[in-house]
């Protein structure tokens, strides 16, 4: 998923964000334990950075077990061998505490809005790039 939420931020937001969402952006990847977490995109306003957003996986862990059984009491139980997984949620902030703009929100929440948009995609359709307007 983060693959292809970081493709789609580059070619949205790296290579088009003043024509797609008003402020130029640039986008720069994280990797934890050498996968790619997520990333850091910068926004721009006149050649000065006006703030970094996070989108990534925060730092818990979350136990996934083999599969779900059913208890003596008819309710699931979790069953099998459990692993744990780094990355419980994923998240999007602001990076820093400096006050926004209205241009700014605009931006950001437009960057938001298309970032929704392409999870939507993703879950329904198993990839960011997949046309739904049809």
């Known amino acids: ?25 640039t986008v720069v990847p994280v990797y934890e334990d050498d996968k790619l977490w997520g990333y850091t995109l910068s926004i721009f306003k006149e050649g000065v950075k006006q703030t970094d957003l996070g989108v990534m996986f925060d730092k818990e862990i979350i136990t ?6 059913r208890g003596e009491d008819g309710f699931p139980v979790m069953e099998g ?5 780094k990355g419980k949620n994923f998240e999007i902030w602001k990076m820093d505490s400096e006050p926004v703009s209205e241009d700014l929100r605009s931006t950001i929440r437009a960057y938001c809005t298309g970032l929704v948009a392409a999870l939507n995609r993703y879950y329904a359709f198993g990839s960011v790039f997949v046309d739904d307007a049809q």
């Open 81 to 85: 061998r459990a692993d744990d997984v």
């Open 1 to 25: 998923m983060m693959d292809q939420l970081y493709r789609w931020t580059l070619m949205e937001a790296g290579e088009n964000g003043q024509r797609n969402f008003g402020m130029p952006m």
């Open 64 to 69: 996934k077990h083999e599969y779900v059984g």
